[in-house]
């Protein structure tokens, strides 16, 4: 699509280079599980959403969706600290492998928080895949993705899932902002 194309400086990772990048972390993510393993895939809201829809038909195993709604931006391109809850999964994952998937790991305060949160609830394995990750900006130095798309440096990008202000979430590929927007 080429909505908001003057709203984008530049195009770091296309629609080809995602798609090609979800084929190769489904098949990682495939390979490292039993055929009979019991697989929740959480899909951290709002962002994920289009990345977990691609990724879970390329993982090669029976998987339950669930949905947590995460939120700590706002309108703001700085995460805020405060992580709310805003809805939690309906799932119960004691016992069983848990995979969250999120758009991308920056400070690291959202998925500390969900993973603190959910590590009480005895699950038999929590994996984290996200599709992109941010490690100059990481605060929570311990977080990190067992699978990762894309190492970008830091930059605000959107699309692919990723809003400003809830924008930019259906461009089909990874641009940055120009800053003039946000500025
Ligand atoms: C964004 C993004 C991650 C999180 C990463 O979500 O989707 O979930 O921030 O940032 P962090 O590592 O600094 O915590 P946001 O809170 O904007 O909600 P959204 O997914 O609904 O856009
Ligand atoms: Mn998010
Ligand atoms: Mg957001």
Redesign the pocket.
Known sequence: NTIFADDIKEVIIDEKAIEKRIEELGKEITASYDDDADIVMLC?????ILFMADLAREIDLPVVFDFM??????ASTE?SGV?RIVKDMEENIEGRHLIIV????????????VIDMLQTRDPKSIKVVTLLD?PD????KK?DADFNGFEIPDEFVVGY???FA?KY?NLSFIGVLKEKLYK
């Open positions: 951290i809201l709002r962002g994920a709604d995460v939120s700590s931006y706002g995460s992580v999120e758009d991308i790991i920056d400070t690291g305060r959202t998925l500390k928080h941010k900006r990481r605060v929570q977080i899932g990723l809003d809830e979430r």
